[in-house]
């Protein structure tokens, strides 16, 4: 069966503008080599309910970006601009997010969530780092809300994943590994920051042997579940991790991608698992990435 890709034309229209690097063109990229792909079904996300959105933000912040959205746009911090599109997109990133969640929850098999904007940065009442809304954390918390017990959110971009750190930091159901290049925006995603003991984080430095990023990641999967079995899954698949991409320095190409995610796979088998777009900011490097991803879902 192809796995489930969740996506929206909205999110191809929210443009942070010129020269920016989170531009349309990542995720026209990926619809065009998944369109290809056997492994592959494109599916229209519906948008997220509110309710799903204040599990997690606050009303005031999402107010506040309705606003300058209505208003034509503009930049909610240096990094982080929204045009006249961009609250449509985070509705329908996020729902993509949760429409992939509850395929998965439903016993269907993996899917996978093709939005933009992005998540891992975004925080309860702030916009950051191109990120909107908290896509994997909305997602997480649906789940928990629809009786899984426990949420593993494993985030491979090149990135710390500040704001899903920040936000699952005291919930001792969801456990939150990223791997990130250190020292690296955004500053935060030292090994000592371990939430209530759910937060494993590994900051490694650029340029080593891909062999060694898939191998240290692997071993916090197998320390922060050792005797702790989740129910679901999240992979933050952010392909910015790769070599030559322009806002990072680690070295993977799509076959490592697929190789954690068939070892997630087999390690969590019957937990189903989602994975969810994030960075990558080579559009066809992206697009390998998330392809290999996704056939390895399947
Ligand atoms: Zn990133």
């Avoid at 809300?145 to 426990?150: E, I, L, N, S, T």
């Avoid at 949420?151 to 699952?168: C, E, F, K, M």
């Avoid at 925006?185 to 060694?212: K, M």
Wanted: net charge negative; glycine share 12%.
């Amino acid at each position: 069966m192809p796995v489930p890709v969740f996506t929206h034309p909205s999110c191809e229209r929210h443009d942070p503008g010129a020269g920016h690097p989170e531009a349309p063109s990542r995720l026209r990229a990926v619809r065009e080599r998944l369109v290809g792909e056997p492994a592959a079904a494109l599916r229209e996300a519906p948008a997220a309910l509110e309710a799903d959105l204040l599990a997690v933000h606050q009303q005031r912040y999402l107010e506040q970006v309705q606003g300058l959205v209505g208003a034509g746009g503009g930049a909610l911090d240096a990094d982080t601009i929204v045009n006249g599109h961009s609250w449509e997109a985070a509705l329908h990133a996020a729902g993509a997010a949760l429409a992939a969640t509850d395929h998965a929850l439903s016993g269907q098999g993996n899917a996978f969530a093709a939005g933009r904007p992005p998540g891992h940065h975004a925080l309860a009442g702030a916009a950051m780092g191109f990120c909107l809304l908290a896509n994997a954390v909305i997602a997480a918390r649906h789940a928990l809300a629809r009786g899984v017990d426990r949420v593993l959110i494993v985030d491979w971009d090149v990135h710390h994943g500040n704001g899903t750190q920040a936000l699952v930091e005291t919930d001792p159901a969801i456990r939150f590994i990223s791997m990130h290049q250190w020292p690296w925006w955004p500053g935060t995603g030292t090994a000592d920051e371990r939430g209530v003991g759910n937060v494993f984080n590994l900051p490694r430095p650029p340029g080593l042997p891909p062999a060694r990023y898939v191998g240290d990641l692997w071993g916090a999967v197998e320390t922060a579940t050792t005797g702790w079995t989740p129910g679901l899954v999240l992979v933050s698949a952010g392909f910015d991790s790769m070599r030559g991409d322009p806002l990072g320095g680690f070295t993977l190409e799509p076959e490592h991608f697929a190789d954690l995610t068939l070892r997630l796979r087999e390690r969590f088998e019957p937990a189903p698992l989602v994975g969810l777009l994030e960075g990558g900011y080579i559009p066809a490097r992206l697009a390998e990435g998330v392809a290999a991803h996704v056939r390895a879902l399947a």
